[in-house]
């Protein structure tokens, strides 16, 4: 029997744990608990401070695997293929090679590990498909601060989507081939696509706390009684308005899984989703199902069962009955400190994981230490012979002894502190040159790949429909300029990249808006390596299709209407101007 593992899922509003034993092929649940904190603007990490507290007072978890989950929008991820290769070492040291340029971060700054897509390691092109995931060292080490204040050792972390798609794999007995799994939380929503043994995640910016913000301006409410009315609306007279009240944020959530199903379909052109399932405890928000079952026309359902896991007679049942759906992300980090999970995908920093190593092995290191004294002792008086070598070793003693008496004079030789910094200033002097080509590769790297391919569908011209999706995927720039400014007040130079493009239109400006961000602005913040919100773009207005002639602007108020020669008119025009003070300039980090 193997000894058992905790998953700790620490949200922002509840805590949700959960006890998992294998034997065999026999799993079981041998306890459960959820303990709801904090309020919004709480501080989140007080809360979930003194709801571990709360869980430690009750439960013990000493001699068991601790694994806990960061939250998708914490983690860098990326998904990548490699060609055919054979050997296990080959394919680690590539996708070393390909971290380094895949993660727009200094490698030494993040903590990274990577997971195959494939049970056996290679598609069916032969090709070997990983995903990449990378978390910044700073929120790690603040993260394990948090837990190590309580004598919490994490074993394993890892990002939530993985642990959904453990538990998926695990415990749903018939999974389609392409499935959309929506992990609904209080600040973030975690959208993961299932095809087979791949997968594809993005995190979503709407969650169960933008719909009690709506309810707190429209009742005028505290939040704490706007959260209150969103769980029971089921049993208010008022379900109609509340929901009505909600629907404006719901109908943007639409929007962005639509606009997410719509690029994993541009990268993966056999999926066909029939099927999605939502899990968390904002999930059971009333009406959801059926207004998202009805608005994406798929089969929408919720987790409210287990099937492969069996329940220990200390389980607090009803507990597990009323948050399943919320408990998924803690089952499948457990599943995954049991050994059965598709992913094995560990953020412990490797120097934290060595030091624990060696912490264990102490008692026996000093054990081996006294029996190899012994043995030295008793060779020593057995062998006489040996008396020789011993004085060798005292002599290679005193030559120690000299060597360290040379470093001690080095260290008086005359200080090139002065000279070390006039040579880093000459190393300066043009690296700034680099930046255009800087930048014109990262552009290159943001632009959507497949720019220039168009889906066929007959043999004079493409459907209008068919021709228009592959276009909502691409985006055209206008204009592109990069300048040298001067600011007086801090006495330093900084460049400024201005990027003005189009793509499509959609219904509406937010929308179009919205996937300006998510094709093209978001990974341009990834390649200069620079906060996403100073990419973000703000609305121009509209433009003609090309054919039509020159390029005009109009206000976004007018309405455009689609010429009958022209399927893709009318466009949407952004511009947006990007500070580049903090791009490094004098490195060549791709």
């Known amino acids: 029997m193997q000894s058992a593992a905790w998953g700790l899922d620490l949200g ?11 034997d065999k092929d026999e799993v079981a649940i041998l306890s459960v608990a959820h303990i709801e904190y904090g309020a919004a603007g709480d501080d989140p990490r007080a809360g979930v401070r003194s709801a571990l507290r709360t869980f430690l007072d009750s439960h013990s978890v000493k001699g068991d695997r601790i694994v806990v989950a960061m939250p998708g929008r914490m983690a860098f991820s990326r998904f990548i293929k490699l060609p055919p290769l054979s050997e296990v070492k080959k394919v680690d040291e590539i996708v070393r090679y390909e971290a380094q340029q895949q993660i727009p971060f200094p490698i030494d700054e ?13 598609s069916a092109t032969g090709e070997v498909e990983v995903g ?13 601060s948090d837990l190590n204040d309580l004598n919490v050792k994490a074993d394993i972390v890892t990002i939530a989507p993985l ?8 415990d749903l007995v018939e999974v389609p081939d392409s499935l959309i799994v929506v992990d609904v939380g209080a600040d973030h929503t975690d959208l993961l696509v299932v095809e087979g043994n791949r997968f594809w995640i993005r995190n979503l910016p709407l969650a169960g706390d933008d719909l009690t913000r709506a309810l707190t301006e429209k009742f005028q409410v505290p939040f704490e009684e706007a959260e ?9 007279q008022q379900v109609k308005k509340i929901f009505a009240t909600m629907e404006p944020v719901l109908k943007d959530f639409v929007g962005e899984i639509h606009r997410s199903i719509g690029y994993y379909k541009a990268q993966s052109k056999q999926a066909n989703f029939k099927e999605m399932v939502l899990l968390g405890d904002a999930s059971k928000l009333v009406g959801l199902k059926n207004y998202l079952t009805q608005e994406l026309q798929i089969k929408v359902s919720r987790i409210t069962r287990l099937n492969r896991l069996n329940l220990d007679e200390g389980v607090d049942v009803d507990v597990l009955r009323k948050h399943v759906g919320g408990f998924c992300t803690a089952l ?7 050994g059965s999970g598709r992913n094995d995908v560990n953020m412990v920093p490797r120097e934290v994981q060595e030091e624990r190593a060696v912490a264990a092995k102490k008692p026996f290191y000093l054990l081996a230490v006294g029996i190899l004294a012994a043995l030295l002792f008793i060779l020593a008086f057995a062998k006489g012979h040996r008396l020789d070598e011993l004085d060798r070793i005292l002599k290679h003693q005193v030559m120690v002894k000299e060597i360290q008496g040379h470093k001690k004079a080095m260290k008086k030789l005359p200080d090139t502190a002065e000279l070390e910094e006039e040579l880093d200033a000459l190393a300066l002097i043009g690296g700034d040159r680099r930046l255009p080509a800087k930048v014109i590769d990262a552009l290159n790297r943001a632009l959507p790949q497949g720019m220039a391919e168009m889906p066929k569908a007959g043999e004079n011209q493409l459907p209008d429909q068919l021709a228009r999706e592959a276009n909502m995927q691409k985006v055209w720039l206008v204009r592109v300029d990069l300048e040298r400014r001067f600011d007086k007040k801090e006495s330093k130079e900084f460049f400024v990249l201005r990027v003005s493009g189009a793509v499509v239109a959609s219904d509406t400006e937010q929308e179009s808006l919205s996937r300006v961000n998510l094709l093209f602005l978001d990974r341009l913040a990834q390649e200069l390596e620079i906060d ?11 433009i003609d299709h090309p054919r039509t002639g020159p390029l005009k602007f109009v206000t976004a108020t007018q309405k455009l209407k689609p010429s009958a020669a022209f399927h893709y008119a009318p466009y949407f025009y952004f511009s947006r101007e990007i500070t580049l003070g903090d791009v490094p300039v004098g490195d060549d980090q791709g």
């Open 532 to 542: 996403p919100a100073a990419t973000r773009a703000v609305p121009r207005g509209w």
């Open 110 to 122: 993040v903590v990274w590990d990577y997971q195959r897509l494939d049970e056996n390691g290679t």
């Open 132 to 144: 990449i995931f990378a978390i910044k060292k700073d929120l790690i080490h603040d993260f394990l």
């Open 163 to 170: 642990a959904i798609f453990n538990f998926v794999k695990f």
């Open 228 to 236: 209150r009315l969103k769980r029971t609306a089921g049993k208010s």
């Open 12 to 22: 922002k509003s509840s805590l949700k744990a959960v006890k998992l034993q294998k």
């Open 332 to 338: 499948g980090l457990a599943i995954q400190g049991i």
